[in-house]
Nanobody
Framework: QVQLVESGGGLVQAGGSLRLSCAAS????????MGWYRQAPGKQREFVAR???????NYADSVKGRFTISRDNAKDTVYLQMNSLRPEDTAVYFC?????????WGQGTQVTVSS
């Protein structure tokens, strides 16, 4: 089993930056892939970014060039650096980990971008 705890959300002006963190309860080296998803009010949860155990990354088109996902295996933590934030990035951001054929989710952290 895996517990994921997000932090780092908040209120920021358009054009600003935030860094989200996701701390895992077990070694992330053992987790096949970790990623970030987001859900805006009235919308479905959508993919944002993913990083594999080998370090390969992929991003949603809407965040390419602005967001960067990374991992620190020593700290069992995955990060999402978000730059050039836009009001449409406002959402609850969820950390995800796929481990032993099961998807695990954090509780989410709110990101609000004001115009």
């Amino acid at each position: 089993q895996v517990q994921l705890v997000e932090s780092g959300g908040g209120l920021v002006q358009a054009g600003g930056s935030l860094r989200l963190s996701c701390a895992a309860s077990r070694s992330i080296v053992s987790i096949n892939a970790m990623g970030w998803y987001r859900q805006a009010p009235g919308k479905q949860r959508e993919f944002v970014a993913r990083i594999s155990s080998g370090g390969s990354t992929n991003y949603a088109d809407s965040v390419k060039g602005r967001f960067t996902i990374s991992r620190d295996n020593a700290k069992d933590t995955v990060y999402l650096q978000m730059n050039s934030l836009r009001p449409e990035d406002t959402a609850v951001y969820f950390c995800n980990g796929f481990f032993r054929w099961t998807n695990y989710w954090g509780q989410g952290t709110q990101v609000t971008v004001s115009s």
